[in-house]
């Protein structure tokens, strides 16, 4: 079935450092979107990407949408320690009823 | 607002019993999504309703998994027998249901974590 490629697999960053994380796919999305998961809890939807070329930011948070739209960035700016967990991207074809597909996950980890 | 329930949090089975998760949505969400996330891995879609009906289940393993959403509100999904493999975190979503265009914006739930022994 379709595979988002997610990259890296994991981080171990300082504090206060910049992180940059992408996924990339062999087929179109119409709509991608980054969650963030925590231990013993379902993803929380960080930012939605709608348009080829498409920069949105929610905080320190920015990414991107590609032009190609067979792929997405992440970055996340002057880390803190909160921003420990796991980052998923998910591609959506944007079809009635269409269904997210899910990157393996970056795993990020931030040391004080 | 509250969010999506899930219960119960864990379950350890043996293989070969069987196990039902339950999901309360959000008040108001039309569209209910069970997700497999297997340890290491994204969440994998199992079965999408709108409303009370099906309307993807291409991955849901049928011969030993079901689920239903009878009144259109709460759901259940069942592993009748479970295998080792069924290892894993099962995640309900909701969202408000839109028909076409941008993608819905789905809600989880804490999942449940399922161990077969």
């Known amino acids: 079935g379709q595979q988002l490629n997610q990259s890296p697999q994991s981080m171990f960053i300082q504090e206060g450092e910049d992180v940059s994380m992408n996924c990339t796919s062999s087929?179109?999305?119409?709509?991608w979107l980054w969650y963030k998961q925590d231990p013993g809890e379902g993803p929380v939807l960080l930012i939605a990407?709608?348009?080829?070329?498409e920069l949105t930011s929610n905080g320190r948070l920015t990414a991107q949408f590609g032009i190609t739209r067979k792929d997405s960035f992440l970055n996340i700016s002057a880390s803190i320690p909160s921003d420990v967990g796991i980052y998923f991207c998910?591609?959506?074809?944007?079809?009635?009823?269409?269904?997210?597909?899910f990157g393996q996950g970056t795993i990020l980890t931030v040391h004080p | 607002e509250a969010g999506v329930a899930q219960s119960p949090r864990y379950k350890i089975i043996e293989k070969r019993q069987s196990v039902a998760f339950w999901c309360n949505p959000i008040?108001?969400?039309?569209?209910l999504y069970w997700y497999q996330q297997i340890l290491g891995q994204g969440p994998k879609l199992l079965i999408q309703?709108?409303?009370?009906?099906?309307?993807?289940d291409s991955q849901l393993p049928k011969d030993r998994f079901s689920a239903e959403r009878l009144k259109g509100v709460d759901s259940t999904l069942k592993i009748q027998p479970a295998k080792l493999e069924d290892s894993a975190v099962y995640l309900c979503?909701?969202?408000?249901?839109?028909?076409?265009?941008?993608?819905?914006?789905?809600?989880f739930g804490p999942g449940t974590r399922l161990t077969v022994l």
């Open positions: 979503a909701s969202s408000l249901g839109k028909l076409a265009g941008d993608a819905d914006t789905q809600y």
């Open positions: 087929s179109i999305f119409n709509t």
């Open positions: 990407l709608y348009k080829a070329g």
């Open positions: 998910a591609g959506h074809r944007g079809t009635s009823y269409g269904k997210l597909t």
């Open positions: 008040s108001g969400h039309a569209t």
């Open positions: 309703f709108q409303n009370n009906g099906v309307v993807d």
